[in-house]
């Protein structure tokens, strides 16, 4: 990582609220994993998996449960979720290498005359702000962000660069959202009339919560008749498509290039891992966790972990039970 | 759905050209579903899983079938394809959102001299558009849509914001591109030469019929030699790919996180599900269906619906499962 | 494709430092498919599956090897890998139809005056340059591409319209990056806090060499703690997410809508097809290739082919056998 500034490890275990056993005059500069630390940066020990490069470590202090402290060659910050507190320290590091807050909008922009705007809010160059755009305290627009009619930013919501919002879409507070993201398009729908589709116009709307981050290159779309909904705390990865009208609940997580399809909903403390497809109209309760490349065809009123799909194998191998597969139920009844 | 200013029951009707059995008067807002209808609002039923919700539906109007006719407990407007009727009717609500049609060329916009572009059309703030560009009437550019030399965009074509399109690239008139999308980038194609990789130049281009909708977020390639072709009436969902050469024949559907590889030709009237991929140089008839996330490696010469994969399972089930498959061959074998 | 101003065949072949047998005076304008080629074209025969295309092809000129020069019905440019010596001469006609190589800065851009670009560096409109970038010789930057502080841009890098590059990336030289891409986002870092996730804020880089390709709307996260890194002459597709702290290695090759969770590190000269998903955290060694839509769960120590899923049914056919396979341990206990 980066070099910074640095922290006397006195601060920074204060500023954790953790109860450090070493030298609180140390200045650290960064954090860094047990194997790759230098003598200035802190590490920490967040599975048993990893004992053997705390004994080699040069980080001058380590992030550690209480039971393992005794294992480290140096200073340590003892830590119920060592994880966790790893995760909030990060916070300490990037606020150190952060400019100033800025804020101001650029003259470069284009903000239509009823735009209401924070004095607070920083809006970068060639970005585009609609009619009736409503946009909050200390919210952060980058280069080229569009934000279309009606649509309301929470605050301190951070939008990165060349990312689209649609008109009369709602993000609550603190909320993240990455470059080439796009919110509020209309989703996939038509009606067949003899050899051509008609179009279903999108009525709709998007809702999305507080603290809720959405990684790069996602299509949120709008609801046709009702709407979009991404409830507070979920996080969704990059180039995730979430359909129309669908409901994503509470601190749900959906890993990279996964596609959930038309009004499905989906409950709260769900994980859903990368490259998963769920199909339109179904309910998933809550807590349930669907592995990698996973499809989803039936509604799920069980928590617990579900898979679809097959291992990896050799291709020569795959191929034989492959072709045994498309046998299989007749092989059954012989 | 946000409200409107409002039409006639009577009005409403007429302009679908559908049969009203009540009040012409009445002042209506906007559409919904059953459930969720207010009493200014019009629903419709679909589907006899909703019979249900029409008995209790607040909607003022429901569109429904002749023989369901009886069971509404409100004014009727019939229809013999009631979903149809329904997306016919969006379209006049979302004509009533719409302010009036804009036209004109932002001051904030960089356009080549050479460009024809008809004064019809609307081309907002920080657009790029390239030299011998031609943008035909009534065209709408959202802000940040960059159209590289030579394209042609035909007339009522909308393309929304931070969309790029590439040299060369022709897109015929009524089409929707959604933000983020890529048109006329180069193809995966190079050839190893030792260590290293040597580039295809793409001198190809891409072709887009008529009434195509394209969604946020998606790469259609540009020909290597010959051109990548999409028929009219095509619609391509959320962050579909479409590699150098892929031919999509007309009024085909794609869902979101398709990827279809190189040269290969999909017929008229297809449907492929969300998350599939078919491999290159295939050639699929048409009217195939492929259901999500099913990998095709070859070609499909029957119309017919066609499915890879598993189902989902429990993920302990499915391991003992997944362990017996892999052995499939030998225990069949034995 | 795109007729050009044309060159000799004897020139063309000179280029190539290829033997022409015939009319060195011939003008060329393009190259093309056997089957679609004109006569003032040149084709190649790559595969002997392309013969039967050969005797009846109207090219003027075709790219063959010795062995089967004999069968040309035109002139002939000798080439012991006709395919490698086409995507070279693509290059040739790629030149004659670029127009004159452009640099200069558009005012219409918003530069720091910290930043440090070359003068021979091409800087489109609505481009936006952060505090201490370096852009190298002869890049060329599309409109609206935006470059955050500290990220150094090599010479002869190309990037295409509407891309976001974060801070403190670096890209080698001779680099392509097309539209949409976004280098540099956060990784899907959190860690549980009671019902709330802890943003791990992502103090790492992300490092790109040389002569590397990343298609259309990628997604390439910075890394948590240390960088994510992707090696000389890696070439990506479209679509490819690529997860904090993975490490890609040198001339592997990754097709569209691919998915590679964090940390994980892939070897040299791999390949991994299209919709695939390779779990965090793994090893892949050098050499190995993933078929389509493959799921990769475990580490891979041995060069080869592999494969997950089944191949496509009849959808009938499918269900039967997908059915059975969820009993597939039960029936073979019994």
């Not at 959202?177 to 009606?191: A, K, R, Y």
């Not at 989906?266 to 309760?285: A, E, P």
């Amino acid at each position: 990582m980066s070099k910074n500034e640095g922290i006397t490890l006195g601060d920074f275990a204060k500023e954790l609220g953790a109860e450090l056993s070493g030298n609180t005059e140390k200045i650290v500069v960064g954090l860094n994993t047990l194997r790759a630390a230098s003598n200035d940066e802190v590490s920490f020990l967040s599975k048993d998996l990893y004992v053997k490069d705390l004994k080699k470590t040069k980080a001058c202090a380590v992030i550690i449960s209480p039971d393992k402290a005794d294992l480290a060659p140096c200073d340590t910050i003892l830590a119920e979720d060592p994880y966790l507190l790893y995760a909030k320290a990060t916070h300490i590091f990037m606020n150190l290498k952060k400019n100033k807050r800025k804020s101001g909008i650029s003259n470069l922009s284009d903000i239509h005359d009823s735009a209401k705007i924070s004095p607070t809010a920083y809006i970068g160059p060639f970005c585009k702000i609609g009619k009736d755009v409503e946009i909050g305290e200390e919210v952060i627009l980058g280069s080229g962000v569009v934000i279309n009619n009606s649509t309301k930013i929470g605050k301190k919501t951070v939008i990165y660069a060349n990312s689209t919002i649609y008109d009369s879409v709602s993000i609550g507070s603190n909320c993240i959202i990455h470059s080439g993201t796009v919110i509020g398009s209309d989703g996939l729908g038509f009606v067949r009339d003899g050899e051509n589709w008609v179009k279903i116009e999108h009525l709709g709307k998007v809702h999305i919560g507080d603290t809720v981050e959405i990684g790069a290159n996602c299509s949120i779309d709008r609801g046709s008749v009702g709407d979009t909904i991404i409830e507070n705390q979920v996080k969704l990865d990059n180039q995730v498509h979430v359909a129309h009208n669908v409901n994503i609940g509470r601190a749900t997580v959906i890993a990279a290039n996964t596609a959930i399809a038309g009004s499905t909903v989906i409950g709260k403390n769900c994980t859903v891992s990368g490259g998963c497809g769920i199909i339109d109209n179904l309910k998933i309760t809550d807590s349930v966790h669907i592995t990698a490349l996973s499809l989803v065809t039936k509604s799920i009123t069980k928590p617990g972990t579900y898979t679809s799909g097959t291992t990896l194998m050799d291709h020569g191998l795959w191929k034989k039970n492959a072709v045994a597969f498309k046998r299989l139920k007749d092989i059954i009844k012989k």
